[in-house]
Nanobody, 115 residues
Framework: QVQLVESGGGLVQAGGSLRLSCAASGSIFGINIMGWYRQAPGKQRELVASITRSGSTNYADSVKGRFTISRDNAKNTVYLQMNSLKPEDTAVYYC?????????WGQGTQVTVSS
């Protein structure tokens, strides 16, 4: 079994920063793609950023230049550094990891940005 545990969400004022972490545990034999998604109330879940095992990254246009995704393969952990946060970044953030051919999700962490 694989479990993903997220941390780092919270309440922050517009312009502030937060850092999310997501650690995988269990039967892991190599994690391919790691990513962060978010879902705001009444909206569909959307990709925020992803990173491959070799370090190639992909970002949603709305977060380019403000968010940075990184990973520590030795710790099976992915991070999301979020700077210059805006009220529209408010959402539940979920990490996702593709291990083998299967995708796994974290439980989600709330990020709230006040104006």
């Amino acid at each position: 079994q694989v479990q993903l545990v997220e941390s780092g969400g919270g309440l922050v004022q517009a312009g502030g920063s937060l850092r999310l972490s997501c650690a995988a545990s269990g039967s892991i034999f190599g994690i391919n793609i790691m990513g962060w998604y978010r879902q705001a109330p009444g909206k569909q879940r959307e990709l925020v950023a992803s990173i491959t095992r070799s370090g190639s990254t992909n970002y949603a246009d709305s977060v380019k230049g403000r968010f940075t995704i990184s990973r520590d393969n030795a710790k099976n952990t992915v991070y999301l550094q979020m700077n210059s946060l805006k009220p529209e970044d408010t959402a539940v953030y979920y990490c996702n990891m593709v291990i083998g051919l299967k995708g796994y999700w974290g439980q989600g962490t709330q990020v709230t940005v006040s104006s």
